[in-house]
Nanobody
Framework: VQLQASGGGLVQAGGSLRLSCVVS????????KGWFRQAPGKDREFVAG????????DYADSAKGRFTISIDNAENTVYLQMNSLKPEDTAVYYC???????????????????WGQGTLVTVSS
Protein backbone atom coordinates (compact mmCIF):
# COMPACT_ATOMS: atom_id res chain seq x y z
CA VAL A 1 0.00 0.00 0.00
CA GLN A 2 1.37 3.39 -0.98
CA LEU A 3 0.06 6.86 -0.26
CA GLN A 4 1.16 9.94 -2.16
CA ALA A 5 0.20 13.28 -0.64
CA SER A 6 0.34 16.58 -2.47
CA GLY A 7 -1.17 20.05 -2.51
CA GLY A 8 0.75 21.79 0.23
CA GLY A 9 2.30 25.19 -0.21
CA LEU A 10 2.55 28.73 1.04
CA VAL A 11 -0.69 30.64 1.55
CA GLN A 12 -1.71 33.80 3.33
CA ALA A 13 -3.93 33.70 6.38
CA GLY A 14 -7.55 33.42 5.31
CA GLY A 15 -6.67 31.52 2.17
CA SER A 16 -7.46 27.98 1.09
CA LEU A 17 -5.64 24.86 0.01
CA ARG A 18 -6.77 21.41 -1.04
CA LEU A 19 -4.59 18.49 -0.15
CA SER A 20 -4.78 15.24 -2.10
CA CYS A 21 -3.70 11.75 -1.17
CA VAL A 22 -3.65 9.08 -3.86
CA VAL A 23 -3.81 5.59 -2.41
CA SER A 24 -2.55 2.60 -4.37
CA UNK A 25 -2.65 -1.04 -3.45
CA UNK A 26 -5.83 -0.87 -1.42
CA UNK A 27 -9.42 0.01 -2.24
CA UNK A 28 -10.39 3.13 -0.30
CA UNK A 29 -13.74 1.60 0.53
CA UNK A 30 -12.00 -1.08 2.59
CA UNK A 31 -10.09 1.27 4.89
CA UNK A 32 -10.55 4.14 7.27
CA LYS A 33 -8.89 7.34 6.08
CA GLY A 34 -7.32 10.11 8.11
CA TRP A 35 -5.36 13.31 7.90
CA PHE A 36 -2.85 14.24 10.57
CA ARG A 37 -0.43 17.12 10.94
CA GLN A 38 2.78 17.83 12.77
CA ALA A 39 4.04 21.29 13.49
CA PRO A 40 7.70 21.93 14.39
CA GLY A 41 8.42 20.82 17.92
CA LYS A 42 4.98 19.33 18.41
CA ASP A 43 3.47 15.89 18.35
CA ARG A 44 1.57 14.60 15.38
CA GLU A 45 -2.12 15.33 15.79
CA PHE A 46 -5.35 14.18 14.23
CA VAL A 47 -7.07 16.59 11.87
CA ALA A 48 -9.89 14.72 10.14
CA GLY A 49 -11.04 11.23 9.25
CA UNK A 50 -13.61 9.14 7.41
CA UNK A 51 -14.25 5.74 8.92
CA UNK A 52 -14.83 2.53 7.05
CA UNK A 53 -17.45 0.95 9.28
CA UNK A 54 -19.73 3.94 9.70
CA UNK A 55 -18.87 6.21 6.79
CA UNK A 56 -18.93 9.06 9.26
CA UNK A 57 -16.49 11.91 9.41
CA ASP A 58 -14.71 13.28 12.44
CA TYR A 59 -12.80 16.50 12.88
CA ALA A 60 -10.48 17.92 15.45
CA ASP A 61 -11.92 21.00 17.12
CA SER A 62 -9.30 23.11 15.35
CA ALA A 63 -10.58 21.90 11.98
CA LYS A 64 -14.33 21.97 12.48
CA GLY A 65 -16.12 24.43 10.23
CA ARG A 66 -12.98 25.14 8.19
CA PHE A 67 -11.71 21.80 6.88
CA THR A 68 -13.56 19.13 4.92
CA ILE A 69 -12.39 15.60 4.28
CA SER A 70 -13.75 13.81 1.24
CA ILE A 71 -13.00 10.85 -0.98
CA ASP A 72 -13.18 10.00 -4.65
CA ASN A 73 -13.53 6.24 -4.87
CA ALA A 74 -13.06 6.21 -8.63
CA GLU A 75 -9.70 7.94 -8.24
CA ASN A 76 -8.87 6.21 -4.94
CA THR A 77 -8.02 9.63 -3.57
CA VAL A 78 -8.64 11.32 -0.25
CA TYR A 79 -8.92 15.10 -0.10
CA LEU A 80 -8.65 17.68 2.63
CA GLN A 81 -10.15 21.02 1.72
CA MET A 82 -8.80 23.67 4.06
CA ASN A 83 -10.43 27.09 4.19
CA SER A 84 -9.88 30.15 6.36
CA LEU A 85 -6.36 29.04 7.07
CA LYS A 86 -4.54 30.42 10.08
CA PRO A 87 -0.82 30.67 10.86
CA GLU A 88 -1.31 27.98 13.51
CA ASP A 89 -2.31 25.56 10.74
CA THR A 90 1.29 25.59 9.56
CA ALA A 91 2.53 22.00 9.66
CA VAL A 92 3.45 18.98 7.63
CA TYR A 93 0.21 17.21 6.76
CA TYR A 94 0.08 13.44 6.46
CA CYS A 95 -2.57 11.16 5.07
CA UNK A 96 -2.99 7.69 6.52
CA UNK A 97 -5.21 4.65 6.16
CA UNK A 98 -6.17 1.89 8.52
CA UNK A 99 -7.54 -1.51 7.59
CA UNK A 100 -8.89 -2.13 11.06
CA UNK A 101 -9.52 0.74 13.42
CA UNK A 102 -11.17 0.74 16.80
CA UNK A 103 -13.58 3.66 16.91
CA UNK A 104 -12.24 4.92 20.23
CA UNK A 105 -8.76 5.00 18.67
CA UNK A 106 -9.80 6.82 15.51
CA UNK A 107 -7.80 9.91 16.44
CA UNK A 108 -4.71 7.98 17.47
CA UNK A 109 -1.96 7.89 14.87
CA UNK A 110 -0.84 4.48 16.12
CA UNK A 111 -4.06 2.98 14.77
CA UNK A 112 -3.12 3.73 11.16
CA UNK A 113 -0.95 1.24 9.32
CA UNK A 114 -0.01 3.12 6.17
CA TRP A 115 1.22 6.68 5.78
CA GLY A 116 2.01 9.12 3.05
CA GLN A 117 5.21 11.11 2.98
CA GLY A 118 3.70 14.39 4.12
CA THR A 119 3.12 17.71 2.44
CA LEU A 120 4.12 21.04 3.97
CA VAL A 121 1.52 23.73 4.53
CA THR A 122 2.78 27.16 5.51
CA VAL A 123 0.33 29.91 6.41
CA SER A 124 1.73 33.41 6.61
CA SER A 125 0.17 36.13 8.74
Amino acid sequence: VQLQASGGGLVQAGGSLRLSCVVSGRDLRSVSKGWFRQAPGKDREFVAGIFRNTGRTDYADSAKGRFTISIDNAENTVYLQMNSLKPEDTAVYYCAVAGSLIHSERRNSRGYQYWGQGTLVTVSS
